[in-house]
């Protein structure tokens, strides 16, 4: 019984990550460094920075006018990321 509960929690926090998604125009640095891979702290204070000077994001693929963040990282993290 104890095996099935841990098996059920086990499934239920899997999904809740496997559905994990972050608002680029809205998150603070850590929660983006938090859902993104290979965004660091520095990348996402990066990222944050460049919103509050150039206005939102209008589109997933404008995240590569942020220094350090190139296509690869953006396809990589393509269904993790939300605009609005």
Same mark, same amino acid.
């Given at each position: 019984?104890?095996?099935?509960?841990?098996?059920?929690?086990?499934?239920?926090?899997?999904?809740?990550?496997?559905?994990?998604?972050?608002?680029?125009?809205?998150? %603070?640095? @850590? +929660?983006?460094?938090? !859902?993104? *891979? &290979? =965004? $660091? /702290?520095?990348?996402?204070?990066?990222?944050? #920075?460049?919103?509050?000077?150039?206005?939102?994001? %209008?589109? @997933? +693929?404008?995240?590569? !006018?942020? *220094? &350090? =963040? $190139? /296509?690869?990282?953006?396809?990589?993290?393509? #269904?993790?990321?939300?605009?609005?």
């Amino acid at each position: 019984m104890k095996f099935l509960k841990t098996l059920m929690v086990t499934a239920v926090l899997l999904a809740q990550s496997a559905f994990a998604a972050v608002n680029i125009n809205q998150a %603070e640095a @850590v +929660e983006i460094a938090d !859902e993104l *891979k &290979g =965004i $660091g /702290l520095s990348k996402a204070k990066a990222i944050v #920075a460049y919103r509050l000077e150039n206005g939102p994001f %209008e589109t @997933v +693929e404008q995240l590569t !006018e942020v *220094k &350090g =963040i $190139g /296509l690869k990282t953006v396809e990589k993290n393509r #269904a993790e990321i939300l605009l609005n």
